[in-house]
Each structure stands twice: as C-alpha cells, then as structure tokens.
C-alpha cells in the first residue's frame, strides 16, 4: 500500500504551494465567497429566473424555484463530424434522465467548438488549434454565466478541448465538476504499418491512394483515436487528477458498461460536494505531472497543464516537469512510444493497474481528492458491470501485456519520458520516450525554415540528404499561433533511417503523436518575441542532448549576440486567421502555458 509520497515529489509539491500561495489564497477566497452565497439562481431577479426555466416542463419549474433540488449544468463538445465527440449526441438526454430519477434537474447550458488537429495538420486551420482551449474556455464560462446552477458535467475528449474547459469551470470553482469521456474507437491498422505507409509515402514509393487507404484504415469508426496523443493523454490525467469516475477513460463507447458509467457520473455530481477549485490543488497537479511522464504522454501538456494549473492560482513550471521525470519511470508503450494502442492498454490492466504501481511507489499524492468524493485510493479499482449498474473491482496484481504496461519494480526505462533542453537557444521540451537511446544527442549543422512548407520543399527537391538540424522557427504562438509540425515527422523520419544525424529545433508544436525523430520544441522565448533561434544562420553547427538537458548553438557568445534577428514573416489571413490577431498580440510565452489569461 502506499506511503508517504517519494521526497521528490513532496519537495515539488511543497515548492509548487509556496510559489503560487498567494495567488491559490486569493483563489480560493473567491470560489468560497461565491459556495457561501448558496445556489446563485436564488438571487436572481423573478425575470431573471423566469427566463432561465422558461423552456422546462412544470416539474422542473417547481424544482428549479427551491433550493433543495441541485440543477447541473451539461456543456458540451459535441460535434458529429469528429469522430472523438460523435458518441456525445446521446449523452445530454442520457444524463438527465439520470439526474431527474436521482432527484435532481439538468440544463443543457451550451456548447464549445471542438476542432481536429488531425484534419487541420499541416493545413492554414492548424493556426487557430492552440487558441481554440481558450476559446473553448470562454465558452464554457459563457455557458456557467447565468447563475442556475450547482454543479456542472463537461463533455469533451480530444486535445485543446478538454484543458479548455478546465480553464472555462474553474473560473466558476466553486461548482463541483465532473468530466465524462466517450472512450476509444477499436483498434484498427496497426500503428508500425501506419507509420510505415506514411514513411513510403513521404519518400515517394506509393501514392496517394495507397496512403488513404491506410489512414482511413487507422481512422474508421466513432470514438477517440486509439494512439496516445493529446487526446487520450487528456483522458489518461483527467482521471488521474480525479475528475473522472475510476476507469472511465477508456471504456470504447457504445458498450453497456460506457452508458453505465455515464449514468454514474450524473448521480455522482449531485452527490459531489468538493467544489472543482478545491479539488483541483497542487497535489491533483502534480499527479498528472508524474502520470503523463510516466506513460510517454503528449507533449502538449506541458503548455495545458501550466495554463489549467494557473486558471487555479496554481503556477506549475517545467523545473517541476523535470524534476519530477527525473523519479519517474516510464511504465508504458504506447504508440508512437510503441506500437500498442490505449485499447492494448486498457485490457493489459489500464489506468488502475498504473495508478496502483505508482500510488505503491509514493509517486502519487493518495490523498488528492476526486469525484468519488474521497481519494486517488479509490483508482487502484476497475469498473464492471453488474446488474445493479457499474461496480468496481480491484486492478489485475500484475500486468496483462508486459509488452504494453509494466510496473515500477521492471520500467521501461528509470526516467519519465519528457525532458526539458536548455542553452544558448532558449529552453525547449523534448520527448524522448520514443526516441532510441543513440538518436538522443547529436551535433550537426543547422538547416533553417521559416514554415514548414518549405522544409518540406526542400526534401521534395532533395537538397536534406546528410545530417542536419532542421530549425522552424517564427512558429510559436505569437508569429502564428504555434501550429503543430506533425507532417515533418515523416520526412525527417526517412532521413534517420537512411542513416543520417537529425533532429528537429522548434518554437512550434509537434503533437502528441512525436515520433522517433529527436525534436526539442516550444523553444522558448520564441523567434517572434525576440527568441536566439532568429539568430540562428545555415551552416551554425547545433547541439542536442537530451539526456544532459543541453540546446545550444556552436558559434561565439559575441558573434551570436551581435546578429541581426531575421525578420518574421508576415501573418497570413484567411481561414480564420485574421480573427485571432488580438489573441497573437496577447499570448503569453510557452513556458507559462501559452495563453492569453494573465
């Protein structure tokens, strides 16, 4: 059983609480102000209220006039074009059918855009990706403004979804909150075959047709996508962090046991009496700190969970991410850390059996509190479905698929699977966790791009046959909203295993869906906000190694400085575009999360 936590992560913890108290002080002031006025309709004005339940049957009328019965907000990211949020049409109804039979009412209180980093990549749209969890977060706040109600269920999956509307409920922190995912398509292509068509395709062995065959092989049912990417890395911390029931992440959706669950969760929030900026405190952060390291998780989420952690008064830093993967073992095999999918996760014992190993393993805070009304200790267990509804039982003592999910005493490796790179080019975070051992460090001389695009022209023309640095700049999200570089991953990946020395330097995104390819990203301070990579000239010898944290180009402290910072191109219109100038003017840098929130 658990202890007390490992001394890294409890001298974190401690440094995460003392750096922030007082902005987590004024915080908290404020959400225990708004708890202690009781449920906020009751000071609406009649008018007021009137127009809130003017749609609703008489019943709920009656209700929503007291103060006994709890009304839930649902606010949604349903869509039926993306597959991840498809099974959500049938949740609303679904839930408050639920929460009526429970004793309670429910409102639809609105919904929240939900874009696909899959479809945008390497497309003009991926420039609105990162600023949709913003938006994602006003409209979630637009959604709770209206004061009706005591608690609230927030429907979402996929990448910036998810952390937005965190962002959005803690601004109303003082309702206690629960997320409820949809889970995983089924397997389908398998993930070394896929990313084997890409590669052919990137060197130009087959064509177009053969590639959409494959894709829409990988890609082919509702449910969220089955690699670990953002999307199921948010499933993955949303529970850790206790915002889910236990082992609800990555029930596949359309099962008994999904619709049980989901039911669940609309009898839990009335229940909840934790408001979710309580629950959310630095011991919920640091777990899914130490979660995400230990399954390879996505990258993003060194940008989202600074910005939710600071939406709670909460300031995470990447001294904490890397402290912490300095402890933390590497558990899992995940594509593209692996070729194993969540579905292999889940039935090889899931997020219990993980929980469990690192609550065993002090890793974990065991007193966090989470939606079960009690804490993390309850996530050692998995949900089955019994004639009663969902019952849960305690995790497999051992891994299913040693292959897949292994635990502590046998990792994958002794350390998390994220680092963070430092130098004379700014900080920047790589993922090593699907990099081999030998790829982690190399010293070769610097190819620069402004854009992607013509990164990719240039290995169209063959002018990137050797060993080289590929630096991107002018792509964080001051110069264009940090677009994920995802389409570099097949190019540069050709040229690795032709056997040359690459690697990728970047102040943009590369996505949960990194591959083998050493890439040190949201390089910080960015080349658009006066950042060294503008700098950077063809030919500059550059070094990397993860493995001892270093970034730096190889020219003259004096000649370096004395540099005239190339200029950055011009924002595009079109696509949107042009509406997000206000946000590009206000983001903050990377390393605090890359929002536009002060």
């Known amino acids: 059983m658990a202890g007390s936590p490992h001394p890294v992560v409890a001298r974190v913890t401690e440094r995460v609480a003392e750096r922030g108290a007082a902005r987590r002080a004024a915080y908290l002031r404020r959400i225990a102000e708004a708890a202690s006025a009781g449920p906020a309709r009751t000071a609406l004005g009649c008018a007021n209220l009137a127009h809130g339940f003017a749609a609703c049957g008489p019943a709920e009328k009656l209700q929503l006039k007291g103060t006994t019965a709890k009304n839930i907000a649902i606010v949604s990211a349903y869509n039926d074009m993306l597959s991840a949020h498809q099974p959500l049409?049938?949740?609303p109804d679904l839930l408050k059918a639920a929460i009526s039979a429970a004793g309670g009412t429910a409102q639809f209180a609105g919904g929240v855009p939900a874009m696909c980093d899959g479809i945008t990549q390497g497309r003009?749209?991926?420039?609105?990706?990162?600023?949709?969890?913003?938006?994602?977060?006003?409209?979630?706040?637009?959604?709770?403004?209206?004061?009706?109600?005591?608690?609230?269920?927030?429907?979402?999956?996929c990448d910036k979804i998810v952390p937005g509307l965190v962002?959005?409920?803690?601004?109303?922190?003082?309702?206690p909150t629960l997320l409820v995912p949809a889970g995983p398509m089924p397997s389908g292509l398998p993930n070394a075959e896929k990313a084997r068509v890409r590669k052919r395709y990137a060197a130009g062995e087959i064509g177009r047709d053969e590639l959409l065959a494959a894709e829409s092989a990988s890609y082919h049912s509702p449910g969220t996508c089955t690699f670990y990417g953002?999307?199921?890395?948010?499933?993955?911390?949303?529970?850790?962090?206790?915002?889910?029931?236990?082992?609800?992440?990555?029930?596949?959706?359309?099962?008994?046991?999904?619709?049980?669950?989901?039911?669940?969760?609309?009898?839990?929030?009335?229940?909840?009496?934790?408001?979710?900026?309580e629950l959310l405190d630095e011991r919920a952060f640091v777990n899914g700190v130490v979660a995400l390291l230990a399954t390879g998780g996505s990258t993003n989420h060194t940008l989202h969970l600074v910005a939710m952690a600071s939406a709670a008064g909460i300031e995470l830093t990447w001294d904490d991410f890397d402290e912490l993967s300095s402890v933390t073992p590497l558990l899992t095999r995940?594509?593209?850390?692996?070729?194993?999918?969540?579905?292999?996760?889940?039935?090889?014992?899931?997020?219990?059996?993980?929980?469990?190993?690192?609550?065993?393993?002090?890793?974990?805070?065991?007193?966090?509190?989470?939606?079960?009304?009690?804490?993390?200790?309850?996530?050692?267990?998995?949900?089955?479905?019994?004639?009663?509804?969902?019952?849960?039982?305690?995790?497999?003592?051992?891994?299913?698929?040693?292959?897949?999910?292994?635990?502590?005493?046998?990792?994958?490796?002794?350390q998390g699977g994220l680092h963070t790179v430092h130098g004379n080019l700014g900080r920047a975070v790589v993922k090593v966790s699907a990099v081999r051992e030998e790829h982690r460090t190399i010293e070769a001389p610097a190819r620069v791009f402004d854009s992607q695009h013509e990164l990719q022209e240039a290995f169209a023309a063959g002018e990137l046959d050797g060993d080289l640095v590929a630096v991107?700049?002018?792509?964080?999200?001051?110069?264009?909203?940090?677009?994920?570089l995802h389409k570099l991953t097949p190019p540069l990946s050709v040229l690795q295993d032709r056997g040359h020395r690459v690697?990728?330097?970047?102040?943009?995104?590369?996505?949960?869906?990194?591959?083998?390819?050493?890439?040190?990203?949201?390089?910080?301070?960015?080349?658009?906000?006066?950042?060294?990579?503008?700098?950077?000239?063809?030919?500059?010898?550059?070094?990397?190694?993860?493995?001892?944290?270093?970034?730096?180009?190889?020219?003259?402290?004096?000649?370096?400085?004395?540099?005239?910072?190339?200029?950055?191109?011009?924002a595009e219109p079109g696509t949107g575009r042009e509406l997000f100038a206000a946000f590009r003017a206000a983001v903050g840098p990377a390393e605090r999360g890359a929002g536009i929130f002060a």
Do not use: C
Not at 167 to 175: N, R
Not at 233 to 261: C, D, I, K, W, Y
């Open 89 to 91: 049409k049938d949740y």
């Open 230 to 277: 953002t999307a199921n890395s948010n499933q993955m911390l949303m529970e850790v962090m206790g915002l889910h029931l236990p082992g609800a992440s990555f029930v596949p959706p359309g099962t008994e046991l999904r619709t049980a669950l989901t039911e669940e969760a609309a009898r839990r929030v009335l229940t909840l009496t934790t408001p979710v900026g």
């Open 334 to 414: 995940l594509y593209p850390n692996g070729s194993a999918d969540v579905n292999h996760f889940h039935a090889a014992g899931g997020t219990a059996f993980l929980i469990g190993e690192l609550l065993d393993a002090g890793l974990l805070h065991e007193d966090a509190r989470t939606a079960t009304g009690g804490t993390l200790a309850a996530y050692r267990e998995s949900p089955v479905l019994t004639e009663e509804g969902p019952a849960w039982r305690p995790a497999p003592a051992e891994s299913g698929d040693p292959a897949v999910l292994r635990p502590v005493r046998d990792p994958f490796e002794a």
């Open 167 to 175: 962002i959005g409920a803690l601004s109303f922190g003082h309702l």
């Open 124 to 157: 003009a749209g991926m420039e609105l990706s990162l600023f949709s969890r913003d938006v994602v977060a006003m409209s979630t706040a637009i959604a709770l403004s209206h004061d009706m109600f005591d608690g609230a269920l927030m429907l979402g999956v």
């Open 472 to 484: 991107v700049r002018f792509q964080g999200p001051q110069a264009n909203g940090m677009p994920e």
């Open 503 to 570: 690697a990728l330097v970047t102040d943009g995104r590369m996505s949960g869906a990194s591959g083998a390819v050493p890439a040190a990203i949201h390089a910080s301070p960015e080349a658009a906000d006066g950042g060294p990579l503008a700098r950077v000239r063809d030919g500059d010898p550059i070094r990397l190694d993860a493995g001892k944290g270093v970034l730096e180009v190889l020219v003259p402290d004096e000649e370096f400085a004395a540099r005239t910072p190339a200029a950055a191109p011009p």
